[in-house]
């Protein structure tokens, strides 16, 4: 079980803003959805709940009607503007830091069955967050000693003995000012904890238990209340004390990661989705003709997702990137949308946008953070383009094994399929396509010794091949193939008897230099027959000649090369000829 702190410091003030990507001040407050028909529910109720037969009750919490957050002091049945939009905005924050898993964030009451968890059979569940001023609860808390802003038991989201008993968390607004950002992280918080995550902290701290963040971020499972950025964590901050995997924990525990949608998209009003930090979306953008400009935004209220843009061609050479400098002000943070232009050619071009969450860049871990937990919803207007849907994303980096001149590729998919079933994967070698394959394998022959190459692999789905994921690999050199021995001639007359050959370097140098030649003679009777063998002395490369002073008789030749690797096989013997 938990209890934890309010917020220490901080301006505490708040009005009502316009609405963004994920907020809503219009309608019904208390019947929105992030992910209406999902299994799972993070309910956070803002009217009130009767609280009997649990944990807390068993801690002292009198049974009965715990109240709603009341802000106008008029009844929770009656909601004021600013009531209104205060609902819509811890909802719309709440909503973002759940925005990657397949659960649906609601202010709408879904019933008991939506949230109790009967049994390991059950597979529609859920935890409620009680957003109530009940002072007698909050001090009959263990450990919460009326000074807590929120509590909430641990690791119980999909428990299946006893789910009930440990319903609900809670937030207290009263300690948190009445502050909708403060509420938003305490639900997230405390919702956090049901799914059995536990407190970010940094070593050295005199505020154990509860990192406060630093440069305008925080971890959600910190103490965020002072920092306009949150995000999930996995303790790449310095100093952290806590590495757990809050993404990994939370898929694990009841809420996976929500199902890659990029194939719906885009259209007028579409939201689509980063959900860890490997799922980058790819669309494919159709006769790109003048300027291009795409631009990508992100939630108004809370946003948890740093976009960068890449623009790339279809041979995945990178022509333009977009990734502002996220900077943290007061309350709010600047430079997590991103927009990017390119001047394209004036006839029809096809390209590739990618969309992936990213770190501050430039950051350290004291003075940023990275792209684990930039995660989160987006919307995407192209202009210039026609765009036709979601490409794959890249598949994992080829495994290269060689055997001699030829190399077996195996990979693992991409992330993100495109939003498309995969209907084969490209291979390619040094940018050319070489073999499209089904699997997750692919062998290619042929490949010339000594040589480096760059393998590559895109997934492919009905609107053709996505990113590409690229290895290197060294084809090991070899010995080389045999020269030409092009001709031999008996010596010419005067002196003693000698015979001259010629020859041609080898078509197949192994992929490492020539360096040396060596001539063999072979000594032949009066019917053809070899008497004899000998190695005549080595010459170098640059020398295809030789003059060999033999004995009278008839001889034979041929003449091997060697490299770095070792002799290569002799070339074909040479016709008969007369050392004289």
Do not use: K
């Amino acid at each position: 079980m938990w209890a934890d702190p309010p917020p220490a410091s901080g301006p505490g003030t708040w009005s009502p803003r316009a609405a963004r990507l994920g907020s809503a001040t219009s309608g019904d407050v208390l019947d929105l959805h992030s992910l209406p028909g999902s299994r799972r529910t993070v309910f956070i109720d803002f009217d009130g709940h009767a609280v009997t037969g649990t944990l807390w009750n068993e801690q002292g919490v009198p049974s009965g009607v715990s109240p709603g957050w009341d802000l106008s002091g008029n009844g929770v049945d009656v909601l004021s503007a600013t009531e209104r939009a205060a609902i819509a905005d811890v909802w719309s924050r709440v909503a973002e830091d759940f925005a990657p898993f397949d659960v649906d964030v609601t202010t709408a009451d879904p019933g008991r069955d939506a949230i109790t968890r009967s049994g390991a059979a059950d597979q529609v569940y859920g935890v409620r967050v009680l957003v109530t001023r009940d002072a007698a609860a909050r001090a009959a808390i263990d450990a919460c000693q009326a000074g807590c802003g929120g509590a909430a038991a641990n690791d119980v989201f999909d428990t299946p003995v006893g789910h009930e008993r440990f319903q609900p968390a809670w937030v207290f607004p009263q300690a948190l000012r009445d502050d909708p950002a403060y509420v938003a992280e305490a639900v997230s918080h405390e919702v956090g904890h049901t799914f059995g995550l536990a407190h970010d902290d940094r070593a050295g701290d005199a505020d154990a238990g509860y990192y406060a963040g630093h440069a305008g971020w925080a971890p959600i499972m910190g103490s965020a209340y002072g920092q306009p950025l949150s995000q999930w964590s996995r303790g790449s901050y310095a100093g952290a004390t806590n590495t757990e995997d809050d993404l990994a924990v939370i898929a694990a525990h009841g809420a996976p990661l929500r199902p890659d949608e990029t194939g719906a998209l885009p259209g007028p009003g579409r939201t689509a989705y980063i959900s860890d930090d490997d799922d980058v979306d790819v669309y494919r953008l159709r006769g790109c003709v003048g300027p291009v400009q795409a631009e990508a935004s992100v939630a108004g209220a809370g946003a948890d997702l740093d976009l960068e843009l890449r623009l790339l061609r279809a041979d995945d050479r990178l022509l333009a990137t977009a990734d502002p400098v996220s900077r943290a002000s007061g309350r709010t943070v600047t430079g997590l949308a991103a927009t990017l232009r390119h001047a394209a050619p004036s006839t029809p071009t096809d390209y590739l946008l990618a969309v992936d969450g990213t770190g501050r860049a430039g950051s350290t871990p004291t003075s940023g953070y990275d792209d684990y937990g930039s995660v989160g919803a987006y919307r995407l207007a192209v202009t210039g383009c026609g765009i036709v849907g979601g490409a794959p994303g890249a598949p994992g980096a080829p495994t290269v094994r060689l055997d001699g001149t030829t190399a077996r590729l195996s990979w693992t998919p991409p992330a993100s399929s495109g939003g498309s079933s995969l209907t084969a994967y490209d291979v390619l070698v040094d940018g050319v396509r070489r073999t499209r394959v089904t699997g997750l394998r692919a062998t290619l022959s042929g490949l010339a010794r000594g040589r480096t190459y760059d393998f590559q692999v895109a997934a492919v789905n009905q609107q053709g091949a996505g990113l590409v994921s690229r290895t290197t690999a060294r084809v090991a050199a070899g010995r080389p193939g045999a020269p030409v021995l092009t001709r031999a001639t008996s010596g010419g007359p005067g002196g003693g008897p000698t015979a001259s050959t010629w020859w041609t370097p080898p078509t197949d140098t192994g992929g490492a230099p020539v360096t040396r030649y060596r001539l063999t003679v072979y000594r032949l009777s009066l019917l053809g027959r070899v008497l004899d063998v000998l190695d005549h002395a080595d010459v170098e490369a640059s020398v295809s000649h030789a003059l060999v002073t033999l004995a009278p008789g008839r001889y034979r030749f041929t003449v091997r090369a060697r490299n770095a690797v070792g002799w290569g096989p002799p070339s074909a013997r040479s016709a008969p000829v007369t050392a004289r």
